[in-house]
């Protein structure tokens, strides 16, 4: 693997690329915090590959940015721009353990079969009322305001539901004019609802005690593992760009703890 560098904290652009104002949106949002470079090798920054047939090669482009701020230990975004074949954001905010803070996670995927879209403030342990019970009395109106405009996306994996909060968002949205239009007037505006709602709750977070610390961690530590194991994407980048490139952006930037 070639050294870490850091990564610039000037947002990712690739042209044509579906969820560009997605990420716009949210670096725009996290200036403010003052945001530092975050530590990816340079292999990982930008992928470029070509996939699909002889007769009809399709450019893939896969790049990573990320920062770091006071009490967010890792902020990423995972973009992958293919054409028609795939156009992905992955957004995921992980928190320092010293503060009491879910994960914010934002999943946009754009197939040939249609959009798949997921928001959500993610717990490090929802068994533990003390570091949920805070986030959904202040996310669940959030998500009832969006959630009657959108289609359910049907159910989730009975083994996954520990790492997914009450308010989570997840929608089936069909390619076309329709899709398009509530991609532009409700999930865009509920992505930027959602972040708007975990800065506020960072900016509330004060230090916890070692304890605590510990406890968070543990719990942080079980989501990072449960996602890197079941990354969905992962056949998708696999087919890209190879098994052990993939693998290796798996554990080491997308699930790094």
Known sequence: MTPERPSSTDPVVLPGWTWQPFLDDAVNALHPLNIQPYPIAEEFLQKQDITGSRSKPVTVTTATWACRTEKFRQVRAACVNAGAAASVLNFVINPLSRFDLPFFGGDLVTLPSGHLLALDLQPADKSDEQHTRPVWNRLLPIFERWREKLPDG????????????????????????????????????????????YLELAAE???????????????QRRYTDYRAEKDPARGMLTRFHGSDWTENYIHTVLFDL
């Open 154 to 197: 049907g159910p989730i994996p009975e083994e996954a539901q520990p790492f997914f909060s009450p308010g989570f968002l997840w929608t089936r949205l069909p390619l076309g004019e329709e899709g398009e239009h509530l991609i532009e007037t409700v999930v865009r505006p509920a992505f930027n609802d959602y972040l708007r709602l």
């Open 205 to 219: 977070a004060e230090p916890v005690s070692d304890a605590r610390r510990d406890d968070l961690l543990a719990g």
